[in-house]
């Protein structure tokens, strides 16, 4: 199982296999999606490759983890065009999420099934087809385009009109779209989806508006891990002390829906297998600090790891504070 990282010294860019506790430079390899390429027309495979051209100098990476060096880590994956990196999600795929989500749009519906609580049950029931068939179709959300991804390290931004900021910490999966239109998953890494619970809690409608926020990815990439039960945790610090933590599990053990369930659905629409496009498809949270009645405030760090997955992911909660006010809209005639 191979790691990798991509990282900038701001003047070029480069990609590396860990090797704790060094990285270890690629030769020639400028972006994750170029070496993607390189693999799929070469019909060879990602870890193979990646074996054969980590030739070049070690960079120490507790110094590139801690922002103690010339070279910062960028998100594991990107694309040249950011508007063909597509962000997006799968929810109620977890128990505990589930919880939280019905607790959400509960108001008034204590003798029904809430709509999240049905989808959940619909993942219950048919989220894990046989070899063949075609399952269950999860809840499906839209976070943006790569310019929205953000770093192990950079800030996750609650907007100036956003009600709250919560991390959502979780496994994405990583995806190239061959030439012929064929997904490719190149992996999986940790991910923080971050969303405004707040203004999804006043109506489950909300939920596609309050999914539009930068999201974290990172800082590893993980060629072909392992998906059955991963255990994991998810911290929140505050002023250098920590202020909740959970442990937290993911993978297909602990998922109404299976990994190829989610698959099909997210790529069965034509859209979704542009060739040469990059999909960072987010596979859904355990637990949220939301659900434990915690308010995320500026300032406040959010820590997201996994087992078998690396290091872990860290961001920081920044809160724009600048006024918001009616966007006027250009009229050309």
């Known amino acids: 199982m191979s790691h990798i990282v991509q990282l900038t010294n701001g003047t ?7 090797e704790e506790p060094t990285l270890r430079l690629l030769e020639g390899v400028e972006s994750t999606h170029a070496l993607v390429a ?13 074996a054969r051209l980590a030739t070049g100098p070690a960079i120490d990476y507790d110094a590139v983890y801690t922002g103690h060096a010339p070279w910062r880590l960028l ?3 990107d694309h040249p065009e950011p508007s063909r990196c597509l962000i997006s999600g799968t929810g109620l795929t977890h128990l505990g999420s589930a919880h939280d989500r019905d607790a959400m749009h509960d108001a008034k519906q204590s003798e029904t099934l809430t709509d999240s609580l049905r ?23 839209y976070k943006g385009t790569g310019a929205m991804l953000r770093a192990h390290g950079e ?8 009600e709250d900021g919560g991390e959502e910490g979780e496994i994405a999966g990583v995806y190239v779209i061959d030439p012929d239109g064929v997904p490719c998953r190149v992996g999986m890494v940790t991910g923080n989806e971050f969303s405004d619970h ?3 809690r006043r109506n489950y409608l909300h939920l596609a508006g309050s999914k539009l926020r930068t999201s974290a990815i990172g800082p590893e990439l993980v060629l072909a891990p392992r998906f059955d039960a991963v255990r994991g945790e998810v911290s929140i610090e505050r002023g250098g002390r920590r202020l909740w933590h959970r442990a937290v599990a993911s993978g297909e053990a602990e998922m109404s829906h299976s990994l190829r369930n989610i698959e099909h659905h997210h790529f069965k629409f034509d859209g979704h297998r542009r060739p040469g496009d990059v999909h960072v498809h987010f ?8 659900g434990a009645g915690v308010t995320l405030l500026d300032g406040d760090i959010m820590a997201v790891r996994f087992d078998g997955f690396g290091r872990g992911l860290r961001n920081v909660v920044q809160v724009d504070r600048t006024v918001d006010h009616p966007l006027a809209v250009r009229a050309l005639g």
């Open 198 to 200: 707040l203004f999804e």
């Open 155 to 162: 800030p996750l931004v609650v907007p100036r009109f956003a």
């Open 75 to 77: 998100p594991p994956i």
């Open 38 to 50: 390189t693999a799929i027309c070469s019909g060879t495979a990602t870890s193979r490759l990646v």
């Open 283 to 290: 596979f859904g949270a355990h637990s949220l600090s939301f």
């Open 12 to 18: 070029e860019r480069r990609v590396a296999l860990v």
């Open 119 to 141: 989808m959940f049950r619909d993942g219950l029931a048919g989220g894990h087809p046989a070899p063949g068939a075609i399952g269950a179709a999860p809840e499906w959300f």
